[in-house]
């Protein structure tokens, strides 16, 4: 399997452009987790999904912040209007979604920059 | 929702036994303790997890104490590439919410 696979794997943008992250999960996993990365504030999760349903989206920061899930196999995480606050890795995983403690499978992320 | 508490950073050498001890005194009954490892530019990837005693697989060892309040990642023999951020999670059991939290994490730097 070729594992969870992010893109683009860098984004650079102004402030006020819309960024759209893609990611495509494990086949067969059935949970799919945004989580965001910075140096201030580590890793935290942002929303997650479960059998395409958004299931919990309390770490989304703010209204500018909006993902999908449109089938099984492919997810978006889209920031409108971007801001220089937003930069910072944003990871995608996901597991088959069965119980609380499964491991997470994570992609290798994408590098955003907000200028 | 269980916090944990691990030192921020450790130093080795390469050969020896590297040990970080991860602090959960909040863990609910039906939590389980689970250890990533995150090298830099990469994602998070599973290393071990446990619910009590002790567990072992190719990579680490994982001990849990009786009251489990506390876990100590255990990996033996390190090199170079194992410097990395370990983190220790438990389980959000008590809230329903089937998502994990990471912590800060624990820097490892390897030296030769």
């Known amino acids: 399997d070729a594992g969870v696979i992010q893109s683009p794997r860098h984004e650079v943008t102004e402030m006020g452009q819309e960024v759209t992250l893609r990611c495509k999960p494990i086949s067969g996993h059935n949970s799919l987790f945004w989580y965001r990365q910075t140096m201030m504030r580590g890793l935290e999760l942002l929303i997650y999904?479960?059998?395409?349903?958004?299931?919990?989206d309390s770490g989304m920061p703010e209204d500018r912040f909006s993902a999908k899930m449109p089938n099984a196999s492919f997810s978006t995480l889209k920031i409108q209007p971007s801001e220089p606050r937003d930069s910072a890795v944003y990871f995608c995983?996901?597991?088959?979604?069965?119980?609380?403690?499964?491991?997470?499978?994570f992609g290798s992320g994408t590098q955003l920059s907000v200028l | 929702l269980a916090k944990t508490t691990q030192p921020i950073s450790m130093d080795s050498y390469e050969g020896q036994e590297v040990n970080i001890t991860c602090s959960h005194n909040?863990?609910?009954?039906?939590?389980?303790i689970t250890w990533y490892q995150q090298f830099p530019s990469q994602g998070p990837r599973f290393i071990i997890q446990?619910?009590?005693t002790k567990v072992t697989n190719e990579v680490a060892s994982l001990f849990i104490p009786a009251d489990r309040k506390s876990s100590t990642l255990s990996l033996p023999r390190v090199s170079l590439s194992d410097t990395a951020v370990y983190y220790c999670?438990?389980?959000?059991?008590?809230?329903?919410?089937?998502?994990?939290?990471f912590g800060s994490g624990t820097r490892l730097q390897v030296q030769p």
């Open positions: 999904f479960n059998n395409n349903v958004p299931i919990d």
């Open positions: 909040n863990i609910a009954t039906n939590d389980y």
């Open positions: 999670l438990v389980g959000d059991m008590d809230t329903g919410r089937r998502a994990l939290t």
């Open positions: 446990g619910y009590k």
């Open positions: 995983a996901s597991n088959l979604g069965g119980e609380a403690n499964e491991k997470l499978f």
